[in-house]
């Protein structure tokens, strides 16, 4: 997760391309609570957790997994998130991207279904009727498949390499390239980026993602100029993604 801006919990490494999630753009009516808090109980307990977590500074991220990490009784907390993560539909996407990622650095077991099916609603089940355009202007943004991706982001964290047809049905079958792509990532993310996996995955893939397949990843300390000499030269042999809005960074878990 990441803080006032996007707190990022990733590990480490990260993608040329994933879907952006929203941004947190959570005001609090009060101070934020502080870290550590107890495992959510109750809407209003999560409420205060989102918050917290929210304005989190990202040198902080290793805070916010310990916490995650020493929670007990995970199953119930598990079913609290679940309920507030079909509780749509949404009325603050950012809010909803934290959630996700709280979801997914638990990593409890009954999450997986809750994050299946999630990421195949609808777009008015998750996001409600499209605005209407004001004055006629037909320009605005929609952000459907945003928490779509996220889900299948973490739907993949927390399966690992278990349960591989569920991960891969995303891959291939879900209606939004953004959502395959993330999965895509997210798939060969969880095998370390291995080349006899990537060689496989590419067999599978729909032609409009190949170019999400082996995306070079940044890894800490690395220099901004070789992470983007490695993804233009993948871009300049696969192709590039669709366009849409970009995100530099990827993470698995709170973001």
Wanted: hydrophobic share 40%; with cysteine.
């Amino acid at each position: 997760m990441k803080g006032p801006e996007e707190m990022d919990l990733g590990r480490g490494k990260t993608s040329a391309y994933a879907y952006p999630p929203a941004r947190q753009e959570i005001e609090p009516k009060t101070e934020s609570p502080t870290l550590p808090l107890p495992p959510p109980r109750d809407r209003e307990a999560l409420s205060a957790l989102i918050e917290a977590v929210a304005s989190t500074p990202n040198g902080r991220r290793d805070d916010v997994r310990r916490m995650i990490g020493e929670w007990g009784e995970r199953s119930a907390v598990a079913d609290v998130l679940h309920q507030e993560l079909h509780s749509l539909p949404t009325s603050d996407v950012g809010r909803h991207g934290l959630l996700l990622s709280i979801i997914g650095e638990l990593a409890e077991p009954s999450s997986v279904d809750a994050l299946e099916r999630f990421l195949w609603m609808s777009k008015q089940e998750i996001y409600g009727p499209s605005p209407e355009p004001a004055d006629g202007d037909g320009c605005g943004f929609e952000p459907v498949g945003i928490l779509e991706a996220r889900a299948a982001e973490m739907l993949a964290w927390v399966l690992k390499t278990d349960q591989e047809d569920r991960v891969m049905k995303i891959v291939l079958d879900h209606p939004l390239g953004a959502v395959r792509a993330a999965a895509i990532d997210a798939y060969l993310f969880n095998r370390d980026d291995d080349p006899d996996a990537a060689a496989e995955l590419a067999k599978r893939v729909r032609s409009a993602d190949a170019w999400a397949v082996g995306l070079p990843r940044r890894f800490d300390g690395m220099y901004a100029e070789d992470f983007e000499r490695l993804a233009a030269e993948h871009a300049a042999q696969h192709g590039h993604p669709p366009e849409m809005p970009h995100r530099n960074e990827r993470g698995h878990g709170v973001h």
